[in-house]
Nanobody, 119 residues
Framework: QVHLVESGGGLVQPGGSLRLSCLAS????????VHWYRQAPGKQRELVAA???????DYADSVKGRFTISRDNAKNTVYLQTNSLKPEDTAVYYC?????????????WGQGTQVTVSS
């Protein structure tokens, strides 16, 4: 059974930093692509960052240069380092991985972690 558990969110002042973590069980992150999404109140969920099984990364334009996605294979954990946070970064952040099994794709999501950027 696959479980993704996010942690590391919280309340931070503008310009501050947080490191979000996504711990996986039931799947091996090193051989799967992993994504961080976020959803602000009243808005659609948006893709923030992605890391492929090969280690390539990609970011939404709104976070380029401020956020960094990385992976610790030994801990089966993916991180999202968020720096220079802005009030518009306030959202629930979700970890996602899509797994192929016998020709079918399954989307797995964590429960989310709240990031609030406010003075």
């Amino acid at each position: 059974q696959v479980h993704l558990v996010e942690s590391g969110g919280g309340l931070v002042q503008p310009g501050g930093s947080l490191r979000l973590s996504c711990l996986a069980s039931g799947i091996i992150f090193s051989i799967n692509n992993v994504h961080w999404y976020r959803q602000a109140p009243g808005k659609q969920r948006e893709l923030v960052a992605a890391i492929t099984s090969g280690g390539s990364t990609d970011y939404a334009d709104s976070v380029k240069g401020r956020f960094t996605i990385s992976r610790d294979n030994a801990k089966n954990t993916v991180y999202l380092q968020t720096n220079s946070l802005k009030p518009e970064d306030t959202a629930v952040y979700y970890c996602n991985s899509n797994i192929e099994d016998s020709g079918l794709w399954y989307a797995y999501w964590g429960q989310g972690t709240q990031v609030t950027v406010s003075s």
